[in-house]
Structure formats: C-alpha cells, structure tokens
C-alpha cells in the first residue's frame, strides 16, 4: 500500500509560479512511476506530466510544456510539480498518482494504482 498526500496548492496570480509536492509512504518509492494530474471544475481529469523511477525520463502534456517541470527526490519520497508562468486555466484540483507498471500507464490510462487527494491551484487573471 501506499499513500500519497499533495500539498502546496493555493490561489495564485496570472503569471507567478507555484511548486506542488507529493509525498509517498509505503512501499519503495523508486518502484514507482509518478505523476501528476488535473481536474478543473465541470472537466474530466486530464493528465499533465509524468516521470519514471530514477527520474530521467519526464513526459508532458503539450498545454504546459516549456512551463511546469516534474521531478523526484526518491531519497525523500517526493515528486515535485514546479509551475511557472500559470495561467487561468490552469485552475484545478491537482492530483498526484503512482504506479509500478511505468510511464506508460500513466501516459494513457488513469486505472492507476494510488492516487492522492488533490490540491487546488487557483489562478487569477
């Protein structure tokens, strides 16, 4: 089992920047693949990034690309999403989620293995 526990999330100006973490307990951390995930209200939840274990594989989706940066500290089980130049919409609830299976996974299916609770990311125009 492992649990996931978001933090960082608050309500930001158009243009700042905002570092949300993800912290992992339980089983190895390394073993997982992690990513990062958003719902904004009355969407679905849609993907946003991900890494693989040893963290040098990173994979985004194309709408925050060259502005929000994943990474991992598999030392102190975290995974990191550090986002700059924010915008509107990127307001949403975001979560993180971890699976053994690998970046793939997370790239193209959301029957994951963990998921934390979120954290809300507001963003003021």
């Known amino acids: 089992q492992v649990q996931l526990v978001e933090s960082g999330g608050r309500l930001v100006q158009a243009g700042d920047s905002l570092r949300l973490s993800c912290a992992a307990s339980g089983r190895p951390f390394s073993s997982y693949a992690m990513g990062w995930f958003r719902q904004a209200p009355g969407k679905e939840r849609e993907f946003v990034a991900v890494?693989?274990?040893?963290?040098?594989?990173?994979y985004y989706t194309d709408s925050v690309k060259g502005r929000f940066t994943i990474s991992r500290d598999n030392a102190q089980n975290t995974v990191y999403l550090q986002m700059n130049s924010l915008k509107p919409e990127d307001t949403a609830t975001y979560f993180c989620?971890?699976?053994?299976?690998?970046?793939?996974?997370?790239?193209?299916?959301?029957?994951?293995?963990?998921w934390g609770q979120g954290t809300q990311v507001t963003v003021s125009s």
């Open positions: 989620a971890a699976d053994r299976r690998g970046l793939r996974t997370i790239v193209v299916s959301q029957n994951l293995e963990y």
């Open positions: 890494i693989n274990y040893s963290g040098g594989i990173l």
